[in-house]
């Protein structure tokens, strides 16, 4: 499966000290383990950037951008770490529960125009946010998210678990 990943500002600053393994090409010549650790804390900043966010005070184009950066992020750490869980079983688990937590959240994904495909990953609508009101946007990324709150739980334990000498 081939990931796209847009050279967004909102990328770039969950990636942080990784933003030259946001992008593809990148991204190629990385150890798993660099990609796993690097992929799990972008997870964990995009998480606590969400839940900061003002989306009643962004234009749309914005909310599309961190949007479209928070499903490239997932889908990027779900990549990695379900390949490096090939060799740990921690990684794996923690692989395998954002999976779980993207199936389990995918009605309320899909209220704000993320869905979810059999292996959770996420794909974002091209006009979503021009479609649901900021107030969604709002509401579902906010501090008190459960979901939001283990994903960063699950983020956390793959960026503790990964050897990036791997």
Do not use: C, W
């Not at 704000?112 to 990324?141: C, H, P, Q, R, V």
């Amino acid at each position: 499966m081939s990931i796209s990943v847009t050279n967004s500002l909102s990328l770039r600053l969950f990636y942080n000290r990784y933003a030259s393994l946001a992008h593809g090409s990148t991204r190629n010549s990385q150890p798993t383990g660099t990609l796993s650790m690097a992929d799990a804390s972008a997870l964990r900043n995009a998480v606590r950037r969400l839940q900061d966010y003002s989306f009643e005070d962004a234009t749309k184009v914005q909310i599309q951008e961190k949007l479209k950066a928070f499903t490239d992020t997932m889908n990027n750490t779900l990549t990695s770490a379900s390949k490096y869980g090939e060799n740990d079983s921690s990684v794996k688990n923690a692989a395998a529960k954002l999976k779980k937590l993207n199936n389990q959240y995918s009605s309320e994904l899909k209220k704000i125009g993320i869905t979810i495909d059999k292996n959770g990953n996420m794909s974002l609508y091209e006009n979503a946010a021009k479609n649901y009101s900021a107030e969604k946007f709002d509401n579902f990324f906010n501090k008190d998210s459960d979901y939001l709150k283990e994903i960063y739980d699950a983020a956390k334990k793959i960026s503790r678990k990964v050897d990036v000498r791997i």
